[in-house]
């Protein structure tokens, strides 16, 4: 499989070359040429599949240049009972009214992102080591993303993170989830700052050509494509745990930001998953919901960005939205180049003409819920079911509600346990998330961070002087 980019001047290139780029070299952003179809019966021949066996048949089709047995030791590695909290990696769990949850935050910073993360965490090192070369992973942090990115990295070989952070700003536990690692190629940054400063500062470096290459700076964010593929699995494993025969549909619902994970949702469906409906939700940054409601797209300006209680959909910009406009354009790369041109200059672009589509041709539905929806569910899902559920999962659940249809499952993506956001927690029930076992003394734990001025100056000597070499 090769892949070509969504503005269309890429030459086409195999999974090893976009992995380890960020953006294509137009701006654009890596895509398949085309993408496989699953036959129903093939389907039905992997119900008996452990996830790192499914990970590994569906992997297979977008990593085309790397040997399947390689492949299937690296999902093996990266999807262990000894990494994620259930034997079987990814639960469905009953809740109510027609509704599951898919428990994809079982890992090891106990939100979804670590599925893909897991999985890098295994490619990276096995490319980097192919290629005889190391990479420093350089990101900007407001919680899960870098966490999950280094869980995964710890250790790893070839392989260093550095990781900025708002000084002062993440929740205590979040702090002491990235601050206790003691690993050697962990770099904690905290910059005396806010988080879109320190997202400008990473901006500044990685456009640095001279310094990117001189230190291989690489990233993780929620664009690089072998993170998208590794969640394409788990709506292939949440359909075969949900359904009991062929061509049965199921309904999912995903808390949505950068619209990475449902981007995993719909790529699933265009491979001839069964799915209905994909429900998007978002929290009161409802710049994608609006999109599907009105059929235009209207990022905001960090500074009219909300501060929510599901913070890690608080985004201004849906960084992977291109290659949703992509598919929904026909692969018309002229057309998606542009409409990008066209945001640049104007603020917004309107596909209004293809709104009729949305639902009928491509399964989106979406809805918007506010810090009290976010709260009633939390606390009506307790009450109802015993269950406990997080502030962004709510969302999910409390738009999911307005879909469902009888004999159609729909299952919830739960993006995060609610231990991860106490606070909010503790306003819609009066008493805080119990931890998981193992993380009590978390914030007791010895941490390791360094302290930076909020200068590129600052972080571009701290990266000369520990970057691997
Ligand atoms: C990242 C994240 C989201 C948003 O996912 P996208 O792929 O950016 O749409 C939702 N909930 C939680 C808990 C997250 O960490």
């Not at 137009?26 to 040429?33: I, M, N, R, T, Y």
């Not at 409409?339 to 639902?359: C, I, N, R, V, Y």
């Amino acid at each position: 499989m090769k892949y070509v980019s969504t503005r269309g001047a890429m030459h086409p290139q195999l999974f090893q070359d976009v992995l380890l780029e960020g953006l294509a070299p137009d701006g654009g952003l890596a895509v398949p040429e085309s993408l496989p179809v699953v036959s129903t019966g093939l389907l039905e021949s992997w119900r008996s599949l452990t996830y790192p066996q499914l990970a590994a048949e569906l992997l297979g089709y977008f990593v085309t240049d790397i040997e399947s047995a390689d492949l299937l030791k690296m999902t093996t590695a990266a999807y262990s009972p000894t990494l994620f909290r259930s034997e079987s990696i990814v639960d469905v769990r009953e809740l109510n009214q027609g509704m599951s949850l898919l428990a994809v935050s079982e890992g090891p910073t106990l939100a979804f992102k670590d599925i893909a993360m897991q999985f890098l965490g295994q490619v990276f090192p096995y490319v980097l080591k192919a290629r005889g070369t190391t990479l420093n992973i350089l990101g900007a942090t407001s919680g899960d993303t870098g966490s999950a990115a280094e869980y995964a990295m710890r250790s790893k070989p070839g392989v260093a993170v550095f990781m900025l952070s708002p000084h002062g700003r993440m929740s205590s536990f979040q702090r002491a989830q990235m601050y206790s690692l003691m690993d050697d190629n962990i770099h904690n940054l905290a910059v005396r700052g806010v988080f879109d400063e320190a997202q400008d500062i990473v901006k500044a470096l990685a456009g640095d050509l001279d310094f990117k290459q001189t230190y291989r700076l690489g990233a993780v964010n929620s664009i690089n494509w072998a993170r998208i593929a590794a969640q394409i699995v788990y709506y292939f494993w949440g359909w075969l745990r949900a359904t009991s025969g062929p061509s049965q549909q199921v309904s999912f619902a995903v808390p949505s930001g950068n619209f990475g994970n449902i981007l995993s949702g719909h790529i699933a469906k265009r491979m001839g998953l069964p799915i209905r409906r994909l429900v998007l939700a978002t929290n009161e940054n409802n710049v994608l919901e609006e999109f599907f409601r009105t059929g235009v797209y209207r990022p905001r300006l960090p500074a009219q960005t909300h501060a929510t209680s599901s913070p890690s959909m608080d985004i201004s910009r849906a960084s992977n939205f291109e290659r949703f406009v992509y598919d929904l354009l026909d692969g018309d790369a002229a057309r998606v180049k542009s409409l990008w041109q066209q945001l640049a200059q104007e603020g917004q672009f309107d596909l209004s003409d293809h709104l009729t589509s949305f639902e009928r041709d491509w399964g989106f539905v979406a809805g918007v819920s506010s810090h009290d929806n976010r709260l009633a569910t939390i606390r009506r899902v307790f009450d109802e079911t015993g269950m406990l559920i997080d502030p962004h999962t709510a969302d999910g659940v409390k738009v999911a509600a307005q879909y469902v249809e009888s004999g159609i499952p729909m299952l919830v993506l739960e993006t995060a346990l609610p231990a991860k956001f106490s606070e909010t927690i503790e306003q819609a029930l009066g008493r805080p998330a119990p931890r998981p076992p193992g993380l009590e003394d978390l914030e007791s734990r010895p941490q390791r961070v360094v302290e930076l001025p909020c200068d590129v100056a600052s972080v571009r000597d701290y990266i000369k002087e520990h970057a691997k070499v």
